[in-house]
């Protein structure tokens, strides 16, 4: 009698232990990116990358954002599949050269992650309506490229050249807080640049318009094959 008092006690105790290990992950993985969100913690410096790209801390989230579509409509972060998004942020009334540079340097960078390819996304986000947003005849034509196209708007080239690119527009105070790097008031303006924001939603890093577009590619490929999003 003794013998399966001991058995079926020791029973529930190999029981409780499988039952806690999925628990104890999860207050670990929330004790974790507590740290990371107060910005107590480098987590993606700590697993290798960050050579070039510059960390957000805090991080900001986007989730609660609510952006208008390109057809002006509602749109929120959620609505798109978790990925890792490469994000053209542009604030005023035009996308100029610099600007166009980052669309077609993401757009780059995105092909020549091969097989991680579905893995990632582009994003662009302006502060004004991108339907209202004006572009000069682009200098990096896509192949195809209209050729009676001399000006028109942002979304004109994209929908033109960078097909699978989500446009989205919020509000240049809201703009301001997600992209606080591009502001007049960072002392950073001349860096411009784009941004990594991870697949839960939140901006992760900054890169700099000055960075080696291999070494980018290394560092994404490293953080995609370290990362389960």
């Known amino acids: 009698m003794s013998s399966q008092s001991e058995t079926r006690?020791?029973?529930?105790?190999?029981?409780?232990?499988?039952?806690?290990?999925?628990?104890?992950?999860?207050?670990?993985?929330?004790?974790l990116w507590y740290f990371v969100v107060e910005g107590?913690?480098?987590?993606?410096?700590a697993i290798g990358t960050a050579n070039n790209g510059t960390l957000v801390a805090p991080p900001r989230e986007v989730q609660p954002v609510v952006f208008a579509d390109d057809a002006g409509r509602p749109f929120?972060?959620?609505?798109?599949?978790?990925?890792?998004?490469?994000?053209?942020?542009?604030?005023?009334?035009?996308?100029?050269?610099?600007?166009?540079?980052?669309?077609?340097?993401?757009?780059?960078i995105h092909i020549a992650l091969g097989r991680e390819f579905n893995r990632v996304r582009r994003v662009f986000i302006a502060d004004h309506g991108s339907a209202t947003v004006s572009m000069e005849s682009p200098a990096l034509k896509p192949e195809g490229w209209p050729a009676n196209f001399e000006s028109g708007t942002v979304l004109e080239y994209l929908s033109a050249g960078h097909a699978g690119l989500v446009a989205l527009d919020t509000t240049p105070a809201v703009f301001e807080g997600l992209f606080s790097e591009l502001s007049p008031k960072s002392g950073l303006e001349q860096e411009?640049?784009?941004?990594?924001?991870?697949p839960a939603g939140w901006v992760m890093m900054h890169f700099g318009d000055d960075l080696d577009y291999k070494a980018v590619?290394?560092?994404?490929?490293?953080?995609?094959?370290n990362s389960g999003g």
């Not at 999925?22 to 207050?27: A, E, F, G, K, Y």
């Not at 005023?92 to 669309?103: M, P, Y």
């Not at 411009?192 to 991870?198: E, K, P, R």
């Not at 590619?217 to 094959?225: G, N, S, T």
């Open 9 to 31: 006690g020791q029973g529930r105790a190999v029981l409780l232990l499988i039952a806690g290990i999925p628990l104890t992950m999860m207050l670990a993985a929330s004790w």
């Open 40 to 45: 107590d913690l480098n987590l993606v410096g």
């Open 76 to 108: 929120r972060w959620s609505d798109l599949e978790p990925r890792w998004t490469l994000v053209v942020a542009n604030a005023g009334q035009s996308c100029d050269s610099a600007c166009e540079r980052r669309i077609w340097f993401t757009r780059q």
């Open 192 to 198: 411009g640049g784009w941004y990594l924001v991870d």
């Open 217 to 225: 590619i290394a560092d994404l490929k490293f953080l995609l094959k």
